[in-house]
């Protein structure tokens, strides 16, 4: 777990599921990046772009966090430009999911009260996170209309 996830805990505060780039959904990068490393080794600038393109995938991997727990949704992405979102679940007004084809993964949008929305790309198993999303928001409404 990450430092911003930690340090973004309450008390309390359980993770229910994590979100996760997944690397598979970026094999036309890594295949492209590769290639361009190996097979262009007579340009040096085909090897110079293979490296970038490498590590703007790895780059998004690796920086990209996303949280779903018994209370919010948390989650970041980038470095040195950061977009984060903090959502406590009676706030989230949609949680919406596109799937890939050939993968399991897809592209999430968290849009909340008062117009806040991010979106993380490639995340694994989306699907299954938004499902997930859903039924933890369902429950917190229904507790708050008991009180």
């Known amino acids: 777990m990450s430092s911003f996830i930690k340090n973004s805990l309450l008390t309390d505060e359980v993770i229910i599921k994590h979100g996760k780039v997944w690397w598979s959904s970026r094999i036309v990068h890594l295949v492209l990046g590769l290639g361009l490393i190996f097979f262009g080794a007579a340009l040096p600038f085909l090897v110079l772009l293979g490296f970038w393109v490498l590590g703007v995938v790895i780059f998004n ?13 948390i989650g970041k992405t980038g470095w040195i430009k950061v977009k984060a979102i903090d959502l406590p679940l009676v706030k989230v007004e949609s949680v919406l999911v596109t799937k890939e084809p050939f993968f399991n993964c897809g592209n999430l949008v968290i ?11 490639n995340i694994g198993d989306a699907v299954e996170f938004r499902k997930m999303a859903l039924e933890l928001i369902d429950k917190v409404h229904a507790n708050n209309q008991t009180r």
């Open 111 to 121: 849009s909340g009260t008062g117009g806040h929305t991010m979106q993380f790309r």
């Open 61 to 73: 991997i690796l920086t990209t966090e996303l949280v779903l727990t018994n209370k919010r949704i």
